[in-house]
């Protein structure tokens, strides 16, 4: 059978090995083979932890437990601690940092019996949505065309997972970085409710936008690491628990919903590739047979001159956080040059300046939440496009990377700036065998009713599982 094994779902390997139809360490081998035969032409992986996974497997497999995630390979991405094993936050400065402690939700997983195989690729602190760094040869790719970005900032975690070298991988979403990297994969990504999962170090702002969640390749999959996460840390500002687990959640459908639809950008000058619009129509007609209300809308806000300063305000902000704060100034010099370019940027700001940017901000979230009022989900487009080449948010130059890079992903920020949870769900393959997606948005903590309405689509065949050329080699 261990040719066969990523071919089963996350889920179902959790099965397997409990009723050890394989164990641990032939489930581990199997992923380190394939990391080892494929990663070098997809970006997946920042560091690869192979003897370590090795001595964990073993060690579970000596000693069985109850842990959820009981000898399951599991990919963490790179911006997030974990102890022993190399974290570099996608960072030539940072190269060599060991962490002496796990991250709260990495802590999690790992408590509950995941195998750490390795740390997934990302941008230098998680900055763009495209994965290129000064620490490994290249930027994650998707493996349905390899002369495309996988996205990002969770690029490498969602190649891990459509190669077929992760059974489900660890992620986070700070502006779309788990839904567009989903969705160049053919992939479901999750991103919860403000305050589900506890952030691994103190947010840099009183107005957090970036979450931990799940990149898996089903809705059951995604599940079973939520169930793990969704402990919050008690001194949680924004902490909360759902009523019960996904898991249980995902078994039942959800009640009708009402369910908004637009695929305007709200960007002038950029309109929506048809293959997306396509995606969102069958998506809608879905819906509409399996009993909900469907109806188009207006977007309900645009991004005006003053929210893309204040989301460029943002990001230099948070750089410069993070440069100040942990980067040795002997070191900065091995910054990428975005990273210096934001850096300036977050430098020359002042407390006003942030501010008045984060007023902004929550003026342009406050449009998308009134407009839930009398509606349950939200339905629209993950990306504007289809995955791109690399070289593309380069194209025009450092300065026009966050332009070019919201332009592209254009439909995501905004349940980030709101908190709301989001779920980007694959559609289809175009004919050139690129992937679309669809993202579906929900009431803030009403995560367990998304993650069902996400589980019925799924149970509805709006997708095929079809695997990259990698996957059955």
Not at 149 to 158: E, F, N, Q, T
Not at 165 to 176: M, N, R
Not at 362 to 376: K, N
């Amino acid at each position: 059978m261990g040719n066969e094994l990523h071919e089963l779902s996350a889920a179902a390997q959790v099965a397997g090995l409990r009723a050890r139809d394989f164990s641990a360490r032939e489930l581990t081998a199997h992923y380190l083979e394939r990391i080892a035969k494929y990663d070098e032409g997809l970006g997946a992986f920042v560091s690869v932890s192979a003897d370590l996974a090795m001595a964990e497997a073993a060690a579970i497999d000596e000693s069985w437990g109850d842990g959820a995630l009981r000898g399951l390979p599991l990919g963490i991405k790179d911006l997030f601690p974990t102890a022993g094993v190399r974290t570099t936050f996608g960072s030539a400065a940072l190269a060599d940092t060991v962490p002496e402690t796990d991250g709260w939700a990495t802590g999690l997983l790992r408590r509950a019996g995941a195998v750490l195989v390795g740390k997934t690729n990302t941008p230098e602190f998680g900055s763009t949505c495209y994965t290129p760094n000064d620490v490994t040869a290249q930027p994650s790719v998707t493996p349905y065309d390899v002369t495309r970005y996988a996205s990002g900032s969770s690029g490498g975690a969602a190649t891990a997972v459509a190669a077929g070298l992760l059974p489900v991988a660890h992620a986070s979403d700070g502006a779309g970085s788990i839904r567009t990297p989903a969705a160049t994969c053919h992939l479901v990504g999750v991103k919860p409710s403000l305050g589900l999962i506890t952030p691994a170090v103190p947010a840099g702002s009183f107005f957090p936008t970036s979450i931990e969640g799940p990149i898996a390749r089903t809705v059951e999959d995604a599940a079973l690491l939520l169930d793990v996460m969704a402990q919050p840390w008690p001194g949680d500002l924004h902490g909360w628990r759902p009523d019960r687990q996904f898991i249980e959640a995902i078994k039942r459908p959800p009640r009708p919903l009402k369910i908004a639809v637009w695929t305007e950008t709200g960007l002038d000058g950029i309109t929506q590739h048809p293959e997306t619009v396509r995606a969102v129509e069958r998506t809608a007609l879905l819906l509409q047979e399996l009993g909900h209300e469907v109806r188009e809308v207006q977007i309900p806000a645009r991004w005006d001159d003053s929210v893309r300063s204040a989301m460029r305000t943002h990001f230099g902000y948070l750089v410069n956080l993070v440069v100040e704060t942990i980067v040795p100034a002997d070191r900065a010099h091995l910054l990428t040059p975005y990273t210096q370019f934001l850096n300036g940027v977050g430098a020359g700001l002042s407390g006003a300046d942030v501010l008045t940017a984060q007023s902004s901000m929550v003026r342009f979230a406050g449009a998308f939440l009134s407009a839930f009022a009398d509606v349950d989900i939200a339905l629209t487009p993950v990306t504007s496009a289809p995955p791109v080449p690399i070289g593309h948010f380069e194209a025009d130059g450092i300065e026009a990377v966050i332009d070019r890079m919201l332009e592209w992903s254009v439909h995501t920020p905004w349940a980030n700036l709101t908190g709301q949870p989001a779920v980007a769900l694959p559609s289809h393959l175009d004919p050139d065998g690129l992937p679309y997606g669809v993202q579906l948005v929900g009431r803030p903590r009403h995560d367990l009713e998304l993650l069902a309405l996400a589980a019925q689509l799924e149970g509805a065949a709006l997708w095929d599982d079809v695997h990259p050329p990698c996957w059955s080699q």
